[in-house]
């Protein structure tokens, strides 16, 4: 039969510091957060307004976007 508090606190010690959270660990998280509601916030409006919010009327600035699509393609193709 298995002993499941055996296993626990066995184990215990190895768990313990995933759960802690330390400050640096929560102000990294929170930062992080943080910028990842920034990008989406950016990516709605752009959506939203359209690509004019950016700065890039003229259509040669157009060129970054398709290059980073290409580029993140070939990327995935190569494994």
Not at 25 to 30: E, F, G, R, V
Not at 50 to 78: D, R
Request: proline residues 4%; without cysteine; glycine residues 8%.
């Amino acid at each position: 039969m298995i002993d499941r508090e055996g296993i626990f606190s066995k184990h215990a010690s190895l768990i313990e510091p995933l759960t802690r959270w330390k400050k640096p660990s929560i102000l990294s998280a929170s930062i992080l957060a943080s910028i990842v509601l920034w990008s989406v916030f950016a990516f709605v409006w752009q959506f939203v307004k359209g690509l004019g919010e950016t700065g890039m009327g003229h259509p040669v600035s157009w060129a970054l976007y398709l290059v980073n699509f290409v580029f993140f393609i070939g990327i995935s193709h190569a494994g």
